[in-house]
């Protein structure tokens, strides 16, 4: 499956942006989908996942009540809808994929198999 992240762009503390992530290649729905982040410096931070049914999604406790996952698997997109922004969530974001990972790995970077270009997030102040 090939993934194209898009929608970022620059916004102010307090505010919302929602990412999109759309794909292409094998059947969408198949797959466990997450989002990461990178900020400058810093190693590829877990922020959340939705599995194939998206019941209960998992969120890091840096996102969680202000980030929602979400997947249409009738137009293979996966969004990241961001609220209440902060400072520190400026990053460049990726979305991912999945078919075979195991929930004891979700939040680890390597253990995904397929993978978008990011797209930058800045929160000004």
């Known amino acids: 499956v090939q993934l194209q992240a898009f929608g970022g762009g620059v916004v102010q503390a307090g505010g919302s942006l929602r990412l999109s992530c759309a794909a292409s290649?094998?059947?969408?729905?198949?797959?466990?989908l997450g989002w990461f982040r990178q900020a400058t410096g810093k190693e590829r931070e877990f922020i959340a996942v939705?599995?194939?049914?998206?019941?209960?999604?998992i969120y890091s406790d840096s996102v969680k009540g202000r980030f929602t996952i979400s997947r249409d698997n009738d137009k293979s997109t996966l969004y990241l809808q961001m609220n209440s922004l902060q400072l520190e969530d400026t990053a460049i974001y990726f979305c991912?994929?999945?078919?075979?990972?195991?929930?004891?790995?979700?939040?680890?970077?390597?253990?995904?198999?397929?993978w978008g270009q990011g797209t930058q997030v800045t929160v000004s102040s």
């Open positions: 290649g094998r059947t969408f729905s198949g797959y466990t």
């Open positions: 991912t994929a999945s078919r075979t990972i195991i929930h004891s790995n979700l939040g680890v970077p390597s253990s995904w198999h397929y």
């Open positions: 939705i599995k194939r049914t998206s019941s209960n999604p």
